[in-house]
């Protein structure tokens, strides 16, 4: 078709009928389809409490503790998620257990609740919902779950999570280690966030309030550092009263 540069629009007309493109009689003679509407519909999640990229694609935890997968991601194109009614896992332990986060090793994602901590498998679904697919939640670590709203970061050494006791990693080989025994008088206080520099193999977790609600504003006046090439730690302090938290 012939380009007309004074025009707003293209028209085709189709000449060819459905069954000549596609003969019953002779279906080696059938042209190629150019579109399928086999990609399974979207979705929307509703309230979302974290997300992590795990394998191409997102995956979020909704405010009804489930953790669902998006479809994978294409470059400049948003992303997408499955209908409420596919690929969402359900309620770990029947519901009996807060999911508080996840977060992704690369090969495994890890979901955090209140009281242990899950690994979830697998490469996942195409966006037409076939090929692999993600295993249900395995019991990984038993009795070490996340604090509701602290932090889980993946570095070069593993996951590292605040649990109610202190500072966990769990490496590679998905062994869950105790990290925190250095510097047990930080992990009393809540990490608020956390952030990665690699080119100093550190990480940086501002505190905050005491885990058990006391009040104390040492923490607010200190950064817990961890260097996961020495396995060694160190803080930070500074004067709390000309710094402010949103």
Same mark, same amino acid.
């Given at each position: 078709?012939?380009? !007309?540069?004074?025009? &707003? %629009?293209?028209?085709?007309?189709? +000449?060819?009928?459905?069954?000549?493109?596609?003969?019953?009689?002779?279906?080696?003679?059938?042209? /190629?389809?150019?579109?399928? &509407?086999?990609?399974?519909?979207?979705?929307?999640?509703?309230?979302?409490?974290?997300?992590? +990229?795990?394998?191409?694609?997102?995956?979020?935890?909704?405010?009804?503790?489930?953790?669902?997968?998006?479809?994978?991601? $294409?470059?400049? $194109?948003?992303?997408?998620?499955?209908?409420?009614?596919?690929?969402?896992?359900?309620? +770990?332990?029947?519901?009996?257990?807060?999911?508080?986060? +996840?977060?992704?090793?690369?090969?495994?994602?890890?979901?955090?609740?209140? &009281?242990?901590?899950?690994?979830?498998?697998? /490469?996942?679904?195409?966006?037409?919902?076939?090929?692999?697919?993600?295993?249900?939640?395995?019991?990984?670590?038993?009795?070490?779950?996340?604090?509701?709203?602290?932090?889980?970061?993946?570095?070069?050494?593993?996951?590292?999570?605040?649990?109610?006791?202190?500072?966990?990693?769990?490496?590679? /080989?998905?062994?869950?280690?105790?990290?925190?025994?250095?510097?047990?008088?930080?992990?009393?206080?809540?990490?608020?966030?956390?952030?990665?520099? !690699?080119?100093?193999?550190?990480?940086?977790?501002?505190?905050?309030?005491?885990?058990?609600?006391?009040?104390?504003?040492?923490?607010?006046?200190?950064?817990?550092?961890?260097?996961?090439? %020495?396995?060694?730690?160190?803080?930070?302090?500074?004067?709390?009263?000309?710094?402010?938290?949103?």
């Amino acid at each position: 078709v012939a380009n !007309d540069w004074d025009s &707003d %629009f293209v028209t085709f007309t189709d +000449i060819y009928r459905d069954a000549d493109i596609f003969p019953e009689e002779n279906p080696a003679a059938a042209h /190629e389809a150019l579109y399928s &509407d086999l990609e399974k519909a979207n979705g929307s999640l509703g309230s979302v409490t974290d997300l992590v +990229i795990h394998k191409n694609r997102i995956m979020f935890v909704t405010s009804d503790n489930r953790v669902h997968a998006s479809k994978p991601t $294409v470059q400049t $194109v948003g992303a997408e998620v499955y209908s409420d009614t596919e690929f969402q896992f359900g309620e +770990i332990e029947g519901g009996k257990e807060s999911v508080y986060g +996840i977060e992704t090793t690369g090969d495994h994602l890890l979901v955090f609740t209140s &009281d242990n901590v899950y690994v979830i498998t697998g /490469e996942g679904p195409d966006s037409n919902g076939g090929t692999a697919r993600f295993s249900e939640p395995r019991l990984l670590v038993k009795g070490q779950g996340s604090l509701e709203g602290t932090i889980h970061i993946n570095c070069a050494r593993g996951v590292l999570y605040q649990a109610e006791r202190g500072f966990y990693l769990i490496d590679r /080989e998905l062994q869950s280690l105790y990290i925190g025994a250095p510097v047990e008088d930080l992990g009393i206080y809540r990490g608020l966030t956390s952030e990665l520099d !690699d080119s100093k193999h550190e990480v940086y977790i501002p505190l905050g309030d005491r885990i058990d609600g006391s009040v104390d504003a040492v923490g607010y006046s200190t950064v817990a550092v961890y260097n996961y090439f %020495f396995d060694a730690w160190t803080r930070y302090t500074f004067d709390g009263t000309y710094v402010g938290y949103n």
